[in-house]
């Protein structure tokens, strides 16, 4: 298993920025899949972006060219720069971890709240 603790979130106006991190109990270098989720008041939990071990990404098309998904294996923890921000990303952001393939083994964070301000 894996334990992840998210940090980052706050509040920035419109247009801002902000990094998300994601520190791991375990080398993110051996975990299968990592990456962030979002949740708005009233919304289902919907993914912003995800990485493989191999270090291929995968982006929602609503964060595409804004956000950046990426790893620090020496430090295990898992970020996400947040450029560009809009009061549409406001949400709940999770940290999520995959040990193996087709999500049978998945662990979630605790969460961050992310608000933007119009």
């Known amino acids: 298993q894996v334990q992840l603790v998210e940090s980052g979130g706050g509040l920035v106006q419109a247009g801002g920025s902000l990094r998300l991190s994601c520190i791991a109990s375990?080398?993110?270098?051996?975990?299968?899949?990592m990456g962030w989720y979002r949740q708005a008041p009233g919304k289902q939990r919907e993914l912003v972006a995800d990485?493989?071990?191999?270090?291929?990404?995968n982006y929602a098309d609503s964060v595409k060219g804004r956000f950046t998904i990426s790893t620090d294996n020496a430090k295990n923890t898992l970020y996400l720069q947040m450029n560009s921000l809009k009061p549409e990303d406001t949400a709940v952001y999770y940290c999520?971890?995959?040990?193996?393939?087709?999500?049978?083994?998945?662990?979630w964070g605790q969460g961050t709240q992310v608000t933007v301000s119009s």
């Open positions: 375990r080398s993110v270098f051996r975990i299968n899949t």
């Open positions: 999520v971890a995959d040990l193996a393939p087709l999500r049978l083994e998945r662990y």
């Open positions: 990485i493989s071990s191999g270090g291929i990404t």
